[in-house]
């Protein structure tokens, strides 16, 4: 969630003081995405150039509220959809791509390293979501609700991710890009990832 926003999305429900604005974001996102203070009036500042948010000092306290033109933007933000190319700047993706780039062997690499990690968070995720459940913090409005809908999309999220590693594992030996039967080769070609086979010497 981009903070400009959602400090356009608060102050269109009326104004507010900065740190209001924190504790407010904080809470609309159930805790997840925190913010310091800085970050609120720095983007503040950038919102009221761009004429987006006007700025009343008159009781001697900094309180903000959003224009017509900040409703505006707000309006198209809401509107605005995930467009199909170019793809969405993603960070597993760009190592992925990267490290193919490197070599394919390197690409097997990176990807049991992150299928063996997002495991374990799925795993964790899941537990925290099943004792939140538990505990009636995820049927519930307002932060529970929010912390709910967070965990929901994270786990959803960690389980796309392993299956796309799956699918880029299967490209690769599709493509005849890597030997399955030759794992001893995958530790030579990129010391700085430690796999299984670490170690291991070739039958002479």
Known sequence: MAV?????ALLREGPRYGYQLKTEFEAATGGVWTINVGQVYTTLERLGRDGFVKLDESDEQKLYSITLAGVDELGAWWEAV???????????MLKMLMAIELGPDHGLDVITKHRTALISLLQRRRRAATA?????????????LAAALVADALIVRAEADLRWLDLC?????????????APETHSNTHPGIRTATTGQKAAT
Request: glycine residues 16%.
């Open 4 to 8: 400009r926003e959602g400090l356009l």
């Open 82 to 92: 995930p467009t199909q190319d170019p793809p969405p700047r993603d960070e597993l």
């Open 132 to 144: 939140a459940n538990s505990n009636g913090n995820g049927n519930g409005a307002g932060e529970g």
């Open 169 to 181: 594992e299967a490209r690769l030996l599709a493509a005849g890009k890597l030997s399955a039967t």
